[in-house]
């Protein structure tokens, strides 16, 4: 069943961006805003930041310190549980009552193979991550956009992923919500 997961190439994901990015301006330089709920764990948004920071510096910011920086940018990501999908939704379950006799289904349980784990056993986990952008003199926020993906495959690459899909069409904000299918690094 593990084996199946190294074969996942591409991953799609939900992209919502909404903004008022003034025609022509091109990226300056930017500076990291925290919320207050954002400092109080520092080595965590530490991790959220480094994740988004490839993103926003390909967009074409360069970092300055806040005084100097010409838009002030806050990222944050989250991920939780939701409601488990419908068990029959799914390719490896047919509809038809005999493959499911005595509650066994045809690849996970069997002959041989006992109760073992189900593939509803784990559950959904929804992940987002979001930007938002500021013009530091006027304080008008100028660009938001947000990424999520649903499902119960997990590693370490779906934060800079979220954060590289949601900044794909910087600065325009193109048909919200939209999908947009990102490639995984090898390995």
């Not at 190294?6 to 903004?19: E, K």
């Not at 930017?30 to 919320?35: D, H, P, Q, T, V």
């Not at 073992?116 to 003199?137: C, H, K, T, W």
Request: with cysteine; hydrophobic share 40%; aromatic share 12%.
């Amino acid at each position: 069943m593990l084996g199946g997961c190294a074969g996942i190439s591409t991953v799609a994901v939900d992209v919502s961006s909404q903004g008022d990015w003034p025609a022509g301006r091109k990226p300056g330089t930017y500076a990291i805003e925290r919320l207050p709920s954002q400092q109080a764990s520092p080595a965590e948004q530490d991790r959220i930041e480094a994740a988004a920071l490839p993103a926003i510096e390909g967009a074409g910011f360069v970092r300055a310190p806040i005084e100097e920086a010409d838009v002030l940018i806050q990222v944050g990501a989250r991920a939780f549980e939701v409601a488990s999908r419908d068990p029959f939704a799914h390719s490896l379950h047919w509809r038809h009552d005999w493959w499911f006799y005595r509650g066994y289904h045809p690849f996970i349980y069997g002959p041989g193979f006992g109760r073992g784990f189900y593939y509803n056993d784990f559950p959904d986990i929804q992940r987002e991550s979001a930007v938002l952008m500021r013009d530091r003199r006027s304080q008008r926020i100028v660009y938001e956009t947000r990424a999520t993906v649903v499902g119960r495959w997990s590693s370490p690459v779906l934060l800079p992923l979220l954060f590289e899909a949601s900044m794909k069409d910087f600065p325009t904000p193109a048909i919200s919500p939209r999908t947009v299918t990102m490639t995984l690094p090898p390995g």
